[in-house]
């Protein structure tokens, strides 16, 4: 049992969850396993498409499907001020909304409200705040966002929690982590346990591996189908992410899923999954989709510079994703110089698609136990650029 100041945390965890999670194989501390849900099985490291607003920027359902995704993300901050979770209800759940029958998880909304919503209230029984759409005032607390999730239908739901700021001092770190705690609680406490469906707890508690440990242990008291570490990649750079992310892995328990939220870069992945995690969500390859980037085997490219004009290859020759086996970088630099719509399209198809055989790559590596090779191999690669046009 853990004890944190005055305070224990004591609800055990379930005899059995909601969600089944199996590990089929390990290379270090790289798993790879199976998640499954009552829409489906995930397929671990996996990686989650970010659908905000109940869709993927510049997608269909079918086109992120096609890419290899198996899971999407939705947000509860921006579904529950638009369209609202109880219209998004009497559509039938999230998933009948917008057209997706694979797995979704929900984030319980907790960073974006700190981050994006105007006069922000924190306080013991939750968070007030004014929508950054309409000024308009809600709150929501720990009971609120377990409701709210469960009108979407989230096959994996999150804890309310704060996300603490970057950099924040050690007692301030400590403060911000105690309040999470007593929140994942009250989650706890009114989430109904289902067949098929999840509720992830969340690791917070800043750079302070001391007071991660403190988290990771209140939280498996506590008991979930899953554990999520966040409040990373908020500007601590990469060096002290991968220290935190090994110094809080230790303490969670092995038999349950792992998610770094909010990661991230290719690397950033691969360091990950190389200390024990198996799921990530970003909006890094959709975003950069929509600003004219593309991630490739060696490195990103930028389709506004010129010298793609004349180049008839692929965005990479090794993809076989819509965009790669059907059109050429000169076409994709072209619809990016005309701000034409399809340019957001293809390269955010590819991104996308980049991702998936990334984390395709890497389970048939660890499967393989090969995974210190595909490191060796996909650092040598990131680090070589991208090859020149065929000659000048």
Known sequence: MAHIGARR?????????????????????????????NHGTIDTPAFMPVGTAATVKAMTPEAVGETGAQIILGNTYHLMLRPTAERI???????KFMNWSRPILTDSGGYQIMSLSKLTKVEEQGVTFRSHIDGSSHQITPERAVQIQKLLGADISMVLDECTSYPAANQEAKESMLLSMRWAERCKKIYEQRAGYGLFGIVQGGIFPEIREQSARALTDIGFDGYAIGGLAVGEGQ????????????????ERPRYLMGVGKPEDIVESVRRGIDMFDCVLPTRSGR????????????????????????????CSCYTCCNYSRGYV??????????????????????????????????????????HTLFSAEQSAGDIEMFSR
């Open 239 to 254: 060096k002290l992410m991968l220290q935190t992310i090994e110094s809080t892995e230790q303490h969670l328990p092995t």
């Open 333 to 374: 630099h072209h619809l990016v110089i005309a701000k034409e719509i399809l340019a957001a399209i293809l390269l955010t198809w590819h991104n996308l698609h980049y991702y998936q055989e990334l984390m395709a790559a890497m389970r048939k590596a660890i499967t393989n136990g090969t995974f210190k090779k595909f």
């Open 291 to 318: 600003t004219d980037q593309a991630f490739t085997r060696r490195g990103a490219l930028n389709l506004r510079n010129a010298r793609h004009k004349d180049d008839p290859r692929p965005l990479d020759p090794d």
């Open 89 to 95: 209800s009497n559509f039938g759940g999230l998933h």
């Open 9 to 37: 945390f004591i609800i055990k965890n379930d005899a059995l969850s909601g969600l089944q999670f199996k590990i089929n194989k390990t290379d270090g501390r790289a798993r790879c396993g199976a998640l499954t849900t």
